[in-house]
């Protein structure tokens, strides 16, 4: 799935009150990256994704979901250069995976939150064709 090169796409059709609450650099002894978060000010949710290793420029930067409270844990096992994770609530997992295929293929929060990962591309195995 290719992204904007440029948020002004993105960031034309969102609320005011929508975007980027969070953008911090993590370090530790097994994680290198940045951890963002989505504010959806329409749906009232919020949107967690790490960035494992440099995903800046990468093109079919893979995103995988995983639970939030993982995040770090699951990053830390890592094993490519650069990909990105995506939180994921404690919904019904089934209910979880149709809401992260619906942000995927509907320009939601979602997306935008990938767009501002600075990658130019990304493969989401777990999105479905049927979803839109």
């Known amino acids: 799935m290719m992204l904007p090169r440029t948020l002004t796409a993105v960031v034309a059709g969102t609320a005011s009150r929508s975007g980027l609450t969070m953008d911090r650099q993590v370090a530790t002894a097994t994680v290198r ?25 990468g093109e079919d930067v893979p995103v995988r979901a995983v639970g939030e409270e993982r995040l770090l844990l699951e990053g830390g096992r890592s094993s490519l250069p650069a990909e990105i994770l995506v939180g994921t609530g404690d919904r019904d997992e089934a209910a979880e995976q149709r809401e992260l295929d619906r942000q995927m293929c509907c320009d939601g929060p979602l997306r935008c939150l990938l767009c501002h990962s600075g990658a130019r591309s990304v493969t989401v195995d777990w999105c479905s064709v049927d979803a839109a």
């Open 33 to 57: 990256g940045r951890l963002l978060a989505y504010h959806d000010a329409d749906g009232g949710h919020d949107y967690v994704a790490l960035m494992v290793g440099d995903v800046q420029g």
